[in-house]
Nanobody
């Protein structure tokens, strides 16, 4: 069992920054991949970024285009996503998810992930 809790969402103006946090707890996290997805209304969840827990190796989808950075903090058992130069198109609910059967491979499909946090709302608007 893995528990994930997101924080850090909010309202920000275009061009601004936010740092999302995903606190991870539960079973041993060795070999687990933790990812961020986002979902806009009436759309499917889309992969944003992920990190493999042991290696701290990041993987990014096509969406952030160099504007987002994912970082794992072992001491705090937390995965952060720094989001810079935010655009209105970045608006949505951001979810943290864990894939416990990845064997180190980073999957970008939401159904591959076993555990999900409740999500945090990010709104980019002037």
């Amino acid at each position: 069992q893995v528990r994930l809790v997101e924080s850090g969402g909010g309202l920000v103006q275009p061009g601004g920054s936010l740092r999302l946090a995903c606190e991870v707890s539960g079973r041993t996290l060795s070999g687990v991949v933790v990812a961020w997805f986002r979902q806009e209304p009436v759309k499917e969840r889309e992969f944003v970024a992920a990190v493999e827990w042991n290696s701290d190796s990041p993987w990014y989808g096509g969406l952030p285009q160099g504007r987002f950075t994912i970082v794992r903090n072992l001491a705090k058992s937390t995965v952060y996503m720094q989001m810079n130069r935010l655009e209105p198109e970045d608006t949505g609910v951001y979810y943290c998810a864990a894939d416990v059967d990845s064997s180190g491979k980073i999957n970008t499909a939401a159904p591959q992930y076993d555990y999900w946090g409740p999500g945090t709302q990010v709104t980019v608007s002037s």
